[in-house]
């Protein structure tokens, strides 16, 4: 302080205190200490300060300017090496990599050879690894950044630490809040799992992973890696697979609260690089007005599979038959036909029919998806609903009961047509259910594409 005051005779000690507490709120919580602060303002302002620095030191103490710092670290994620042209058309390469310890994380570049040093490859979320005479310099959102040049070096380190192991981080993906980053997240594949592929602002091809995961208490949280395909999941996922996700943050979407990621991002789902065939009991065949069919399958230990059939191979089969196929496509529950796709009918006693997979109402729980038998206690209802933005979307309700307790029964756009045919007073039978807190955090089910209402006689 008394350094940065001696150059700047204009400012106050106050002055300095002031943009010290703009500079942190700046940046955000747990990336600065105060002098870590000051050493960004005197940047800004010109100035130079010397203090002389820890041999070692933590990620909090980082500080735009320090040289030949040396401390250590555990690996959060790592992305490929990439290569670029420097202004001269001479080529570069560039690795990025975040750490963290027990107080913050970091972001490392790795420059030119340091990008593809020996082993690089190898490391894994959660390694011990030693990063020596390294420097900081300030990143585009003004964050210090740990630089790997031709001086510095990383070791893996195989002895006992005090940072947190990487199990010890890991959040489910429930819990996570708004504005987090560096994030290691957990949960299991819900729904399908798609890529992406857009034109960006530059006019550059672009590519997406998307997906869903449910946490520990039933809700599901939309996940987008940008830079990511389906090259970056095994080919084969069951239902209700473990998955987690290396260097994740929070964002604020359309949809509400998203976790999105990038190519840094490391992917761990549970499953096998080789389709192997799917037997499942066909309960319900549903087909949008592409003309695209839905099936809902079950298969012997009561997993429910979402199956899109987009050529027709459904067609030689009806509802309550056991079929076996081979899918283009199999992440968790959701299944995809294609043209390479075979399917055929089998005899199955052990898969459960239709009947048996009802659920009473009474049992339902968040998060899952249901077949119930009822009766309509109130005739079913249909009125439009305006989005935040500013969209103007159907919405059906219907309010059933069992033996057990009544629900709500609804759907959105075309799902609100399958209301439509019913009145108060007839029993029906409904597939392919999901349950999810609504009004008043009471439970509400609601209809899918690959739903479907019958009456019951």
């Known amino acids: 302080m008394n350094k940065l005051l001696e150059q700047r005779s204009e400012l106050t000690r106050s002055d300095i205190e002031e943009q010290i507490k703009q500079k942190k709120e700046k940046i955000g919580a747990g990336y600065l200490t105060d002098q870590g602060a000051l050493f ?6 010109g100035a130079s300060l010397s203090e002389p620095l820890k041999v070692e030191m933590g990620l909090k103490d980082l500080y735009v300017g320090a040289k030949e710092i040396s401390l250590e670290t555990r690996v959060l994620n790592l992305s490929p090496a990439k290569q670029y042209s420097r202004k001269d058309g001479t080529p570069f390469f560039l690795r990025t990599m975040t750490v963290y310890d027990g107080d913050s994380t970091a972001s490392v570049k790795l420059w030119d050879e340091k990008a593809n040093l020996p082993g690089i490859e190898d490391l894994k979320p959660g390694d011990l690894i030693k990063i020596i005479k390294a420097y900081v310099k300030s990143d585009l959102n003004g964050s210090p ?6 001086g510095s070096s990383i ?3 195989d002895v006992e630490s005090d940072i947190p192991s990487i199990d010890t981080i890991t959040k489910d993906v429930s819990s996570v809040k708004e504005n987090e980053n560096n994030l290691v997240v957990s949960g299991t594949i819900d729904g399908i799992i798609n890529t992406l592929e857009f034109t960006n602002s530059r006019g550059q091809p672009g590519k997406a992973l998307r997906l869903r995961l449910k946490g520990n208490n039933g809700s599901s949280v939309r996940i987008v890696l940008w830079g990511k395909d389906e090259s970056s999941v095994p080919k084969m996922i069951l239902p209700g697979a473990k998955t987690i996700l290396y260097g994740v943050k929070t964002k ?22 080789e389709i ?12 949008n007005d592409a003309g695209k069919n839905f099936i809902l399958g079950v298969d012997a230990k009561r997993n429910m599979f979402k199956i899109t059939d987009s050529v027709e191979k459904i067609k030689l089969f009806k509802v309550g038959e056991v079929i076996e196929c081979m899918p283009s496509k199999a992440f968790g529950n959701s299944i995809v036909l294609d043209d390479d796709s075979f399917i055929r009918k089998v005899e199955d006693e052990t898969i459960p029919s239709i009947s048996e997979l009802r659920t009473k109402i009474s049992d339902i729980k968040v998060g899952d998806d249901y077949c ?15 989005t935040k933005t500013g969209e103007s979307i159907a919405l059906g309700e219907m309010y059933v009961e069992d033996d057990t307790r009544p629900i709500f029964v609804k759907g959105w756009r075309d799902q609100a047509r399958l209301l439509d045919k019913f009145s108060i007073g007839e029993v029906i039978s409904v597939t392919g259910l999901t349950a999810k807190t609504g009004l008043d955090n009471k439970i509400e089910l609601f209809l899918t594409i690959f739903s479907s209402i019958n009456k019951k006689n």
């Open 145 to 150: 950044t740990i630089n790997i040049g031709s």
């Open 372 to 386: 119930i038998e009822a009766i309509i206690l109130k005739k079913p209802e249909r009125r439009e609903v305006q």
């Open 252 to 273: 604020t979407g359309n949809q509400g609260l998203e976790i999105h990621g990038n190519e840094a991002t490391i992917v761990r789902i549970q499953g096998e690089n």
């Open 276 to 287: 192997k065939p799917v037997v499942t009991r066909i309960i319900s065949i549903s087909k």
């Open 155 to 157: 070791e893996t380190a």
């Open 40 to 45: 960004l303002i005197a940047s800004d302002l």
